[in-house]
C-alpha cells in the first residue's frame, strides 16, 4: 500500500508529495507546528488525508506538552487546534477532524482522567481515524464500483487517490475496486494544473498498481467528450454542502458541465466527513486562494512575463444539478440532495461520522 503518512514513535511520516513522481522522499513531522505546515505546503494533501494529518498534529502536541494541570492543558489544546485549523481553509475534513480530537480531549478532560492516559488515548484516537479512512475509501468503492462501466475510459480530475487519504482512495478507490470486480477500466487524468496532482500524483499511484493511465492536458476532456472516448468522470471533494453543490479542484466545474453536454455520467466519491450540513450551498464554501508563484513558475522556470496579474483559486464549486450521484462509505446519495444529504446526516451524526464544527 502507497504510505502516504504515518504515525512513528517520534513524529507523523509522511510522503512527500511535492517530490512526486521523481523521488520518493519522507518528510518526518516531529511537532504539531511542523504538521501545520506539511499541511500547507501540500507535502500531505487531499482532504481526508488533510484531515488525519491533524488530527494526528493533535496528538503529537497534545503528547508532547509538558502541562501538568488540566487547565493549561485546556490551553495548550486550543492553540495547537487553531494553527492546524489555520493552514487550508476548504476541505472541511480538517475541520471535522480537529473538532473530534478536541471533543475526544473534552470528555476526557471532563471526566478527571489522568494526563498521561488523555495523551495515550488521542494518539489512539487518532490511529482510529486512519483506520476508519481506508474503511471508509473501500466502502465506496464497493458502492461505487458498479455505478462505472463495464468497459471503457473514466475521466478523473486532480487526484482523489491512496495519495489523498490514508489509502485506497475516494474516487480512485472506487474505480480500484470497479477493476478489482473484473470491470476493464482505463482511465484519463486530467493534469490539474498548477499543482499537476493529475499529471505527477494519480498518474503514478494508478501505474504503480498497473491501471492503464493517459495524461491528458487540462484542456482537452471536451474534445475527447465529443469523440466519444470517455463514458464516465469521477471526482474526490473538498466540502459538499447540505444542498449537494461541491467544491474540488479548480477545473472540476469545467469538466462537469461539458459532461453533462456530453450525457456522460459525473459522479463525487467522498466520506462523509466532506459533508458540511452547516454550509447551505456552495457559494457558502471558502475558497484557498494560493500563490501566485505556483501559476507563474513549473519548476523553478518562469512561465509567465513579469506584471502579468495571476489568479489561483485552488478549489471550484460544482453545483449539484452537474452530479449525478455522490458515493459515500454508506451508500450513493441521489438528487434531491437536500433531501438524501439531511437523510444520512441525521443516521451519521449519532456516529459521530459527520462535521459539527
Ligand atoms: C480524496 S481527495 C478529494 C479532494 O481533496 C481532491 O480532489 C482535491 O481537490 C485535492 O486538492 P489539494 O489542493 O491537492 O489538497
Not at 143 to 158: D, I, K, N, R, W
Request: charged fraction near 15%; glycine fraction near 8%; aromatic fraction near 6%.
Amino acid at each position: 500500500m502507497i504510505p502516504t503518512l504515518e504515525w512513528l514513535p517520534n513524529g507523523v511520516n509522511f510522503l512527500d508529495q511535492t517530490k512526486l513522481p521523481l523521488e520518493e522522499t519522507y518528510v518526518l513531522a516531529t511537532d504539531y507546528n511542523q504538521v501545520a505546515t506539511v499541511i500547507r505546503d501540500m507535502i500531505v494533501r487531499g482532504a481526508p488525508a488533510i484531515g488525519v494529518s491533524a488530527a494526528m498534529g493533535v496528538a503529537l502536541g497534545v503528547s508532547q506538552s509538558t502541562a501538568t494541570d488540566i487547565a493549561s492543558l485546556n490551553a495548550e489544546v486550543a492553540t495547537i487546534s487553531d494553527t492546524l485549523a489555520a493552514t487550508r481553509p476548504t476541505a472541511v475534513n480538517l475541520f471535522w477532524a480537529i473538532q473530534r480530537m478536541r471533543d475526544r480531549y473534552n470528555a476526557l478532560a471532563a471526566a478527571n482522567t489522568p494526563i498521561p492516559e488523555i495523551k495515550a488515548a488521542l494518539i489512539a484516537e487518532a490511529q482510529q481515524m486512519y483506520d476508519e479512512d481506508i474503511a471508509a475509501c473501500k466502502a465506496m468503492g464497493a458502492h461505487g464500483a458498479e455505478l462505472l462501466p463495464q468497459e471503457g475510459t473514466v475521466l478523473t480530475h486532480c487526484n482523489a487517490g491512496a495519495l489523498a487519504t490514508c489509502g485506497y482512495g475516494t474516487a480512485l478507490g472506487v474505480i480500484r475496486a470497479a477493476i478489482e470486480r473484473g470491470h476493464k477500466i482505463d482511465v484519463f487524468a486530467d493534469e490539474t494544473r498548477p499543482y499537476l496532482q493529475g499529471a505527477r500524483l494519480t498518474a503514478w499511484e494508478l501505474l504503480h498498481d498497473n491501471i492503464p493511465t493517459t495524461v491528458l492536458c487540462d484542456n482537452m476532456a471536451g474534445a475527447l467528450m465529443r469523440q466519444g472516448k470517455i463514458q464516465a468522470v469521477i471526482v474526490g471533494a473538498d466540502r459538499i454542502a447540505a444542498n449537494g453543490d461541491t467544491a474540488n479542484k479548480i477545473g472540476t466545474y469545467s469538466v462537469a458541465v461539458l459532461a453533462k453536454e456530453h450525457g456522460i455520467p459525473f459522479y463525487v466519491a467522498a466520506p462523509l466527513s466532506t459533508i458540511d450540513p452547516a454550509t447551505p450551498h456552495g457559494d457558502g464554501i471558502p475558497i484557498e486562494q494560493r500563490a501566485a508563484t505556483e501559476v507563474t513558475h513549473s519548476n523553478g522556470k518562469q512561465m509567465t512575463p513579469n506584471g502579468a496579474a495571476i489568479q489561483n483559486p485552488a478549489f471550484d464549486v460544482t453545483p449539484a444539478k452537474y452530479i449525478t450521484a455522490i458515493i459515500t462509505e454508506h451508500g450513493v446519495l441521489r438528487a434531491p440532495y437536500e433531501q438524501s444529504i439531511a437523510q444520512m446526516a441525521a443516521e451519521a451524526t449519532t456516529k459521530r461520522e459527520l462535521t459539527t464544527a
